[in-house]
């Protein structure tokens, strides 16, 4: 059984349009994240959901919204897509909101904008 | 805030042999501390966490790493390494913003094992 999942796994667009990821956890988790993986492999933290509220923004351009339905989802909207957005964006999920946690990470969406 | 410095971007060894990833972290008061692991085209797997207790820490796949306050480090060390170990490795500090949690990556070192 697949615990975090993400669609799709690649994602080629042109600049200026607007595309969605999808992630699901059936870990039953509460809390859960989106990442930025850019070329040079490194990671950093974008938003962070606790039972559907959001309580991590960091800095992140309000072209990208991430919307969490319930629990188990946190796709991630992006408007007016440039070059700079392309990378790999990992959907993770944890138990709590604990430092002591935990995160299992999804397979990654690769985006290439063109 | 907190940061972590992996000394190594690449460190390639031969087959069967030992090897030691260096991470060094920013000092705090309680420091949480993690080593993922990321096989090609792949999402992160968690290999090892320190939390508190003893400072040898034990993994899967044969990884330890050991956690010295005093050099603020937490270096990732294999005995004899195969290659299926190939594979880009993270260490990581975890840090509480805002009542949630948030991990801080190094920047990644690539481990390449050759025959």
């Known amino acids: 059984d697949t615990a975090v999942s993400q669609t799709p796994k690649y994602l080629v667009t042109q600049m200026g349009n607007d595309k969605s990821i999808k992630c699901e956890q059936n870990?039953?988790?509460?809390?859960m994240y989106w990442y930025k993986q850019d070329s040079k492999k490194f990671l950093k933290i974008m938003f962070s959901y606790n039972n559907k509220e959001l309580i991590i923004n960091e800095t992140v351009p309000n072209r990208f919204s991430p919307k969490s339905p319930d629990k188990a989802h946190l796709n991630l909207h992006i408007n007016s897509l440039e070059l700079g957005d392309s990378a790999v964006y990992f959907c993770?999920?944890?138990?709590?909101?604990?430092?002591?946690?935990?995160?299992?990470f999804g397979p990654g969406t690769r985006l290439t904008v063109l | 805030a907190q940061s972590v410095t992996q000394l190594d971007s690449q460190v390639p060894v031969f087959e069967e042999a030992p090897v030691e990833l260096r991470c060094n972290y920013s000092s705090s008061v309680s420091v949480y501390l993690f080593w993922y692991v990321q096989y090609p085209n792949q999402g992160l797997q968690l290999l090892l966490k320190?939390?508190?207790?003893?400072?040898l820490v034990k993994g899967i796949n044969g990884f330890e790493a050991e956690f010295n306050k005093s050099q603020t480090s937490f270096h990732l060390r294999k005995p004899s390494v195969h290659i299926s170990d190939t594979a880009e490795y993270f260490c990581?500090?975890?840090?509480?913003?805002?009542?949630?949690?948030?991990?801080?990556f190094g920047q990644g070192t690539r481990l390449t094992i050759n025959p």
């Open positions: 320190y939390l508190s207790g003893s400072t």
């Open positions: 870990l039953g988790h509460d809390t």
């Open positions: 990581a500090v975890s840090e509480t913003i805002q009542g949630a949690q948030k991990l801080v």
């Open positions: 993770a999920s944890s138990q709590g909101t604990g430092p002591h946690n935990e995160q299992f």
